[in-house]
Every structure is written in structure tokens, then in C-alpha cells.
């Protein structure tokens, strides 16, 4: 039950678009279209932001867009604001029937 | 309008035990995997523990396998975590989660924080 990898910490520019990348195995990422990522704000609960790679949840902006390829997921933030500063995880679903999260992306918004 | 409401946290000696409830409303309980997710202060996500909607299926992580049980009862629209033998590398929030299935978390509570520490 290793961690999902993930960088650390993405900045842009408001207005500009980031990518947050999502590293697991063929055990997790690469063999299950059932990846979703979550937005933590400082003190506050996660949030839903994609499921299934690419599906959004009702009420989330359309700025927000997932994908996959191979063992790999990503998260792609555009005309990004700056109230889009926060933490993001990803999370997969796995062949032990269990849940994996990355270890999280902190998103600065210049 | 969705409420996942934890309780049973607090300080906890190393070794001792201790049973989480989370009270769940604005959606159809029965219908939804259920899980723990926890967060060491200023660290990740961790996830912990999942239960089927109706109870029969559950999976634990490896850092609590063995001593953590996870149960419901969909009649009172509760979820609980009894986690025995605590370390104080379980110090963490413990988020209580519901999803339409074990691939996803749509709903997470607001958390309750669980110290073991002497």
C-alpha cells in the first residue's frame, strides 16, 4: 500500500493553467479508470474535485479537468484564481480493494 | 443537506483503545461504501478502513490491520472505528467518508481529532 507519488508543490500565475501529476502501478492507477483528486483547504475537510479520471462532481468549476495515461493521472487546473490555493490529493482505487492516496500537492498561486 | 458528524475522539494513553461514531444524514446511508480516512497533523491523507453499504464487506489498511474494526449500523445511520492498541503514530483527525462505492469519496465529515500521547 505504497503512496501515490505526487510533486510536492505547483505554482502559476493567475490566469495561467497547471498540471498535478499522479504516479501509482499497475495494481492502482494503471489498472482501474477510478482515480479521483481532492482539494484540502487549511483547516478544512477534503473536497471532491474529479472522479473516475475525468468526471466532475455537480458544482465544480469546469476549470478543473482530470486524465490518465498508463500508470499515470493528472489534474489540470486552468485560468487558475486564486482561490484555487490549496492542497490536492489523489487517490485510486486498488486490486486489494482498497483506497491509496498520493501524498499531496501544495497549488501556489502567484 | 449532507451531515457526517464524528465524535469519540480525544486524548488516548499508548495502548489504550477507543470507538469513533460518525451520525450520517442527507443521503441514503445504507446505499453507500463507508470509510475512515485519517491526517497526521500537517501531514497527508491516509486512508484506513472501508465497510460496504451493507456491512458485510470490509478492508483495512496495513498500519492498523489487526487491530481496528470497522462496523455499522445502517438502523441509526452510524458509522464507528474501534481502533485497540494505539501508538502514538496514530495521532491524527479521523475523517468519517461515504462514497456511491469503494472507488470514491463524495461526502467527508468535518473530522475529530484522536491524541495518544501519555
Not at chain 2, 15 to 44: D, E, T, Y
Amino acid at each position: 500500500q505504497s503512496a501515490l507519488t505526487q510533486p510536492a508543490s505547483v505554482s502559476g500565475s493567475p490566469g495561467q493553467s497547471i498540471t498535478i501529476s499522479c504516479t501509482g502501478t499497475s495494481s492502482d492507477v494503471g489498472g482501474y479508470n477510478y482515480v479521483s483528486w481532492y482539494q484540502q483547504h487549511p483547516g478544512r475537510a477534503p473536497k471532491l474535485m474529479i472522479y473516475d479520471v475525468s468526471n466532475r462532481p455537480s458544482g465544480i468549476s469546469n476549470r478543473f479537468s482530470g486524465s490518465k495515461s498508463g500508470n499515470t493521472a493528472s489534474l489540470t487546473i486552468s485560468g487558475l484564481q486564486a482561490e484555487d490555493e490549496a492542497d490536492y490529493y489523489c487517490s485510486s482505487y486498488t486490486s486489494s480493494s482498497t483506497l491509496v492516496f498520493g501524498g499531496g500537492t501544495k497549488v501556489t498561486v502567484l | 443537506e449532507v451531515q457526517l458528524l464524528e465524535s469519540g475522539g480525544g486524548l488516548v494513553q499508548p495502548g489504550g483503545s477507543l470507538r469513533l461514531s460518525c451520525a450520517v444524514s442527507g443521503f441514503s446511508f445504507s446505499s453507500h461504501a463507508m470509510n475512515w480516512v485519517r491526517q497526521a497533523p500537517g501531514k497527508g491523507l491516509e486512508w484506513v478502513s472501508v465497510i460496504s453499504g451493507n456491512g458485510v464487506s470490509t478492508y483495512y489498511a496495513d498500519s492498523v490491520k489487526g487491530r481496528s474494526t470497522i462496523f455499522r449500523d445502517n438502523s441509526k445511520n452510524t458509522l464507528y472505528l474501534q481502533v485497540n492498541s494505539l501508538r502514538a503514530e496514530d495521532t491524527a483527525v479521523y475523517y468519517c467518508t461515504g462514497g456511491r462505492g469503494f472507488q470514491v469519496i463524495d461526502y467527508w465529515g468535518q473530522g475529530t481529532l484522536v491524541t495518544v500521547s501519555s
